[in-house]
């Protein structure tokens, strides 16, 4: 058996294939955008924090319109959802292009732009992910979220770099532009696939909601959930980890305070956790054919947490001296940590919606996985509260220690009390 990358899925299902590759190439031309913008928004207010407002014009619109948008997913045709909502997206990426070639210099109108699109995504996302299981058998879930989840991490390493290439080969348009360009690669792939139409509970299953519309629907998916402690325990988990141990927004001062090279050392450290994800997912040949996969994800945030936890101790070896250059030891540990912890997450994830989407009946997965968005979504941002006020009181690498070994204990403490979760066999899924 081979340790390397399954590619069963992508031999197994001609429209799972080229969903893969439109998807994966229009994430790279998502991750120009997401960096040309913060760069716009900085050159035109020449303030942090207007930047800093970004995350917010993009996560209000996401948080709010995530529920509704996994409802709308299960209401209509799946195919139909995404390619109309990628629609819109794709006309967002064009509007940008065209108010950078127009230099319109408007902070509010890209706050405004950033929000349309966030909120796209909240539909779109959903979509996309429910769309998967109707394309491939259920044996080959791992393997495809694997696919997914390579690609995303490719786009996150690329994309940053590149953007900023474009931003100063040229100006904020070419990367607009190209992001719109690369974005019709998404449009043709759900173009190509089938109808999807919605799939209702049938009359022996009772306890299953049946199609409503609006809040209604939103409120029964969350009534469900409530009844599925397996799926619900996924979310869970991931909470744990992102809010008690997400270490992002510790990079910028860590570059400056600990490591030393600035700017140059926080791009490091952001590839080394994205980097550590595609290498999980390139040497996964064996992980995704695991049954008891509910353990695997333990396992991984524990490796996670103590992950990040190696991280705050190479900071507090180091010290916080300000040091004039990069103390390239000192990186090389710290980058070696963040590998470790991008792929035990990447690991995670992976399960975590395999568990989603296979104990899920088809006529709820849209909005679980619109539950799923909110969750992905908020995590990290509340990890960036609670480990940014970490930092404030205590110093970063305290943070990072702390964070890592609390996220550590509190899973080993839900873990306890939860053993059919960790009983969770993936050739007899339940939710």
Do not use: K
Request: hydrophobic share 55%; net charge positive.
């Amino acid at each position: 058996m081979s340790v390397l990358l399954d590619l069963s899925p992508l031999r197994a299902s001609a429209p799972f294939r080229r969903l893969w590759l439109g998807l994966g190439i229009s994430n790279l031309g998502t991750q120009l955008t997401v960096v040309a913008v913060g760069l716009e928004v900085y050159a035109i207010s020449g303030s942090t924090l207007a930047v800093g407002l970004l995350g917010i014009c993009a996560l209000v619109p996401l948080v709010a319109l995530g529920l509704y948008g996994g409802a709308l997913v299960d209401l209509y045709d799946r195919r139909r959802v995404a390619l109309i909502s990628s629609t819109g997206l794709w006309f967002v990426s064009i509007a940008l292009a065209v108010q950078a070639l127009l230099h319109a210099n408007s902070v509010p109108l890209l706050y405004a732009l950033v929000a349309v699109q966030s909120a796209g995504f909240a539909i779109n996302n959903p979509a996309r992910s429910a769309i998967i299981p109707r394309l491939i058998d259920a044996r080959l879930l791992p393997a495809a979220n694997v696919l997914q989840t390579i690609m995303w991490n490719v786009a996150l390493t690329v994309g940053p770099l590149l953007g900023a290439f474009l931003v100063a080969l040229a100006d904020f348009s070419l990367a607009y532009g190209i992001d719109a360009v690369l974005f019709t690669f998404a449009l043709w792939a759900l173009w190509r696939l089938p109808e999807l139409p919605p799939v209702t509970a049938g009359d022996e299953d009772a306890d299953r909601p049946r199609r409503t519309r609006g809040l209604t629907s939103v409120l029964e998916g969350l009534r469900y959930l409530a009844t599925r402690p397996n799926v619900r325990m996924t979310f869970v988990v991931d909470l744990i980890a992102m809010i008690f141990a997400m270490p992002r927004v510790l990079y910028p001062a860590v570059g400056v305070l600990f490591l030393g090279g600035g700017a140059t050392t926080t791009g490091v450290l952001n590839a080394a956790f994205a980097v550590g994800a595609v290498l999980a997912g390139l040497f996964s040949g064996r992980l995704v054919r695991i049954r008891r996969q509910a353990r695997v994800i333990g396992w991984a945030i524990t490796a996670f947490g103590l992950s990040v936890a190696g991280f705050g101790v190479v900071l507090t070896v180091v010290g916080r001296d300000r040091p004039p250059g990069p103390v390239l030891p000192a990186i090389v540990f710290a980058c070696l940590f963040l590998a470790a912890a991008g792929g035990s997450d990447a690991v995670s994830s992976v399960f975590r919606q395999t568990i989603l989407q296979s104990a899920t009946p088809d006529d709820m997965r849209g909005r679980l996985q619109g539950v799923f968005i909110v969750v992905v979504a908020g995590g990290p941002r509340l990890g960036d509260l609670v480990l940014g006020s970490e930092a404030t009181w205590w110093g970063e690498n305290w943070a990072a220690l702390v964070g890592g070994l609390t996220c550590v204990l509190l899973l080993g403490i839900v873990l306890a009390t939860q053993r059919r979760f960790l009983a969770y066999d993936a050739r007899h899924p339940e939710p």
